[in-house]
């Protein structure tokens, strides 16, 4: 049994630092996950996360399964809500939106999922999760129905981060929103990470190696990316192993 946590720990402790490749089931063809994956083998990826705002064709089960047949990499969910929920997959991202003050997101969803967790094997990581502005009106907003906190305001934004590691999260996940025009910018990854004990995911925008290079050099012990992946798989030339 993998140890999803666990091995999070380990590398932020080693200053080891790790890349989840972000595939949204509604923007993937089923067809192209071999060759995907081909290319997500010789990158430095560590982690896939599935996941998107919705799942309008309840595809995320079939997605997982094919992900799993060709990637011993971990499978973890990030999931807009509980629909999104498979056995399938190794382990889920258990979010609460904290930056909203929407309690369908900060606990309604969580308590929907929880007889269907119950059940099940996957490792569940008690994740808070912050959607920071990114100057794009992103699909997390609008299906949340919430509003990012303005990355001027670092004393709120940490605050927040520091909440949620007092309530219990085990990660800390920094949002700038998917397809973000600007990333969550640097001083206040390295103000959350130097104030907090537990890991903190950084994504949102991050296109380039020289940004991914500079959130891990802020603090990020762990950066999404999915965009770019989507836009052009090139990218992964640029994170061979
Ligand atoms: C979104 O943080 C992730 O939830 C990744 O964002 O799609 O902009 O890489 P991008």
Do not use: C
Not at 125 to 136: A, N, R, S
């Amino acid at each position: 049994m993998v140890n999803i946590y666990q091995n999070i720990l380990s590398a932020k402790n080693e200053g080891k630092k790790l890349l989840a490749v972000l595939i949204d089931p509604e923007k993937i063809d089923i067809k192209n996950i071999p060759s995907f994956f081909e290319k997500v083998q010789l990158s430095i990826a560590t982690h896939i996360f599935v996941g998107g705002s919705t799942d309008k064709n309840n595809e995320t089960e079939i997605i997982v399964s094919a992900i799993k047949k060709v990637t011993q990499l971990p499978v973890i969910l990030f999931p807009g809500d509980v629909s999104q929920i498979t056995n399938k997959a190794d382990g889920i991202l258990f979010l609460s939106l904290l930056s909203g003050r929407n309690p369908e997101y900060l606990i309604e969803q969580q308590v929907k999922a929880a007889p269907i967790l119950n059940k099940s094997t996957l490792e569940i990581i008690p994740t808070g999760y912050i959607l920071i502005d990114g100057e794009t009106a992103t699909a997390t907003q609008r299906v949340s129905n919430t509003k990012p906190i303005a990355q001027k305001n670092t004393t709120l934004i940490l605050n927040t981060a520091l909440a949620g590691q007092f309530s219990g999260k085990k990660l800390i996940y920094l949002e700038a929103g998917s397809g973000a025009t600007v990333a969550v910018n640097k001083h206040i990854i390295t103000l959350v990470q130097r104030n907090l004990n537990i890991p903190l995911i950084v994504g949102g925008g991050i296109n380039s190696k020289k940004q991914l290079v500079e959130a891990y050099n802020a603090g990020a012990d762990l950066i999404v990316i999915g965009t770019a992946f989507e836009k052009d798989e090139s990218f992964f030339e640029e994170l061979k192993k």
